[in-house]
């Protein structure tokens, strides 16, 4: 495909990325052309398909044969959020600045003039910050709480911002900066928080999601937290360090004791549940150990492959030379 000319590129590109949201799309599309069209700047909106198995081709296609300003990008299966989301990212066109939302209609498009009227003041990357949590279980909060509390105490110097998801905007530089991080392990929050430049929050209140399903379980949710802990701080394996010393200055503690005891008293040689409580207590340390580490060898291994991010199967661009004013 071709790269489309300069002059019709928009100032504001929305990208959204899609799996299985046929039945939101057209509903999210009308909610943000009005909201969009309120601005009174040029946009467009980059749906991907993240290998969707509904309708969802098909929906976009009627909305870009409908609409001008919806450019599409298929990918050849499903390859998660983050990289349908760089996919999109890739495609934005957008010369001022680029918004991220979900299609399920949990991220209202009506905050987007607000994020845009932050990003007029000069500020690069303006992110809605959840004020309520509505239709997530007490569980889900918790530990989302908790992963932002130990994310927060491990990943120096790279604040990642508390009850923020992807929804947010970044201007045209930072989003030039974020496209030159290709990692495969993409923990996004964390990656447009290594990005910097001013950044600011903007309140809204998320709500449940309109239609269909989340595609994320309790164990998606525990791997994403892994993805963005491994992502963002090698203290894992520093903590095998400490621990590893922690246990040995017990042992030796443990066996001077022993050997005390024995040539003073003699040996009346008890133990075997002591034993057993030791050895497998070590066993258990030491396999943990080699399990964090593995999550750190599992990913430099997937990274050297160096393959890319996504395969594409179909883009279209949006034609906004179609619309009857100077774009
Ligand atoms: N999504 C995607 N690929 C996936 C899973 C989700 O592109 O493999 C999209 C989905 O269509 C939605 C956004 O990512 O636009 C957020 O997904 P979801 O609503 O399932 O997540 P949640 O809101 O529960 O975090
Ligand atoms: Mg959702």
Redesign the pocket.
Known sequence: MSFPLEAARPVLSVV??????AEVLPAFHARLSAVMEALGETWELVC?N???RDDTWRVMGTLADADPRVALVDLSR????EI??TAGLDHARASGAVVV????L?DPPEVIPELVAVWREGIDMVYARRRVRDGESWFKRATASAFYRVIGRLGHKVEIPADS??FRLLSRRALDELLRLREHHRFMKGLFAWVGFPSRAVLYDRAP?AA?????NYWSLWNFAIEGITGFTVVPLKIATYLGLAVALAAILFGGQLIGRTLLFGNPVPGYPSLMAVVLFLGGVQLMTLGVIGEYLGRISNETKNRPLYVLQDVRPARLEAIGRPV
Do not use: H, M, Y
């Open positions: 959204v990325p899609c799996f299985n949201e991907v993240d290998g969707s499903n390859f998660g959020k349908a989301l939302i979900d299609a399920d949990q998801g992807d999601r269909g399903q989340t595609s994320w």
